[in-house]
Structure formats: C-alpha cells, structure tokens
C-alpha cells in the first residue's frame, strides 16, 4: 500500500472534500485554492507524475481530462479555465501522485513565474 498523500486521501484515511468520484479517478477540492474554482482530479491508483506514465495509462489520462471538462461545465467556468499538472521539481511538483489542477472562476496571466 502506497505511504502517498493522496492515495491516503483515495482510501478515505485523510479527509477531502469531494467534488466527483468513480471507479477511477477522485476529484476533490484544493486544501489552498489558488482560485474560486481549485479542484484537484487524480487517478485513484498511484502514478507518481506525468514523467512516469506508461503506455497503458493513456485511456486514465483522457478520463481524467474528460473529467475536468464536466467538472468546468457544472461550475460554470463558461468563460474558461486552466488545466495545470506541474510535474517534478522545475515544474513546482510538491505532491508526487499525479494530479490535474482545475482552476477557474477569475482570469490568470500568462506565463507562469
Ligand atoms: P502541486 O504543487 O504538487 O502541483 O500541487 C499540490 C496541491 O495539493 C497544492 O495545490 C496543495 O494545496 C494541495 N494539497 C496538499 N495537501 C493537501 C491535502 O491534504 N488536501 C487537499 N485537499 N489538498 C492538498
Ligand atoms: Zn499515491
């Protein structure tokens, strides 16, 4: 069993607040929203980060993808919204189970610092 955050979180040991659940993916709401609308979607089995996809996670990676843009339509988000998944280290990764953030609700810049 994975000693991981959000698998913790999977397994119902941490709480969350849960905006989406199946088989598959979890979707709950950031601890720290960076934006009116902060949900985090994840993949219910553990995958480190983008950078350790296998081939056979490319129809999770689309559900999850499919995913957020329920999620974005049942919030609202008619004017947009942005889809982020830092990964390692330069890419600000602080969590190491893959995540997809869903951020909306207020306009963001480009690029990122
Ligand atoms: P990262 O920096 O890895 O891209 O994003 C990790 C995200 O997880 C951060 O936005 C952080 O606020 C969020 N986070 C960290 N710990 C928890 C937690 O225990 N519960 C929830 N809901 N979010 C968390
Ligand atoms: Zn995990």
Redesign the pocket.
């Known amino acids: 069993m994975e000693n991981c955050?959000?698998c913790k979180?999977v397994r119902n040991e941490?709480p969350?607040?849960k905006v989406y659940e199946d088989d598959k993916v979890l979707a709950?709401?950031?601890?720290?929203?960076?934006a009116p609308t902060?949900i985090?979607i994840i993949p219910k089995k553990h995958i480190a980060s983008i950078a350790a996809l296998e081939d056979e996670d490319c129809d999770l990676v689309a559900h999850i993808i499919r995913t957020a843009k329920q999620l974005a339509a049942a919030k609202g988000l008619d004017n947009g919204f942005r889809l982020?998944?830092?990964t390692g280290r330069d890419?600000?990764?602080?969590?190491?189970h893959l995540?997809f953030?869903l951020l909306g609700g207020r306009a963001f810049s480009w690029p990122p610092g």
């Open positions: 955050l959000f979180i941490l969350s607040t709950f709401n950031d601890i720290d929203p960076k902060h985090l982020v998944v830092n890419g600000g990764q602080t969590v190491n995540h953030h």
